[in-house]
């Protein structure tokens, strides 16, 4: 799965990393929304610009639409039923195709169709019977799949969570800062961003490979090994990017205003959980201060952070979360 060079268009994990300011979200549903088959909202005009981010929750069978980190849109699903499961991830459009067949089940119609892995899963319509019962894909309401279709862009971020909720109002910190504060010496391995100078900026740590990697276009572009203490069980939690200017100074460049973002908690922490911030206080966690600051100099709204603890590699025990990053077949 994870090799030395080139980045491979499968990363095994869902794993990126950055500062934390968040954003709230709108009250598109209330939070006790219990929808029939079928039904949805889509209001696109409460934020008409800014990243897309798509969040769909296996337990609830509900998919949810933000952009700039207001919720736009909101709909019953339909994910893998048992023994075609939908894996749990990040995952980034990867191609679009308004008219689709499967080549794999009986040439079935996918109409509006995103792609989110080269094996077969994406999201469509499709019928919705009120539980999980498709391949693998999310299915939606039909009307809900083409008006999504119409917002998103190639690239986009969709997180599929086995969380009961969907992302809400959460208090901000400095991770950055304190990342930046302590780290390995010389702990950078590599740093090429000539390889990819432009597209969507991801950044990959896994606290259980002690090690962070860097990619832009899904090409990756630095590595480095972080101190992660392995006694850590955070989960799988990503952070999105979004546009405009939050409260306070950048944590990285005091002179700069801070940055806000967006958190989703991706998969249920492990035992012994900790807060990402109690981590950091407590020293268990930290990058090279030097690689935070050129980090800091790539993000633009849409830059996807997933912090793990799940392995980056093959051969580990544990089963490694997908990210699926190129856009390129194999």
Known sequence: MFRPSPFPRRLALAGLLGLVLLSPAAALVPPDWSPRPGQYVWKPELAPRGPVVVVA??????LHVYRNG?????????????????????????????EHYSNLYDNAPMPWMQRLTWDGIALHAGRLPGHPASHGCIRLPDAFAKALFSTTRPGDV????????VPGPAA????MAAMGRTGLADAIDEWAPERAPTGPVSIVLSTRDGRLVVMRDGVRIGSARVHADPALRLGTRAWVLLEGRGEGTDPVLPDRAARRWQAIEVERPGDGDLAVRQA?????????????RRIDALLVPGATVVLTDAPLGEGAQRRPLELETDATPR
């Open 57 to 62: 929750s296996l337990p609830l069978q509900q």
């Open 70 to 98: 207001v919720r736009i849109g909101a709909t019953t699903i339909s994910s893998g039923k048992r023994g075609h499961e939908t894996p749990v991830g990040v995952f980034t459009i990867l191609q679009k195709r308004a």
């Open 158 to 165: 969709v997180i599929v969570t086995d969380r009961a909720g």
């Open 172 to 175: 901000g910190g400095d991770v």
């Open 280 to 292: 950091l206080e407590a020293g268990a966690l930290a990058i090279p201060p030097e690689l935070a």
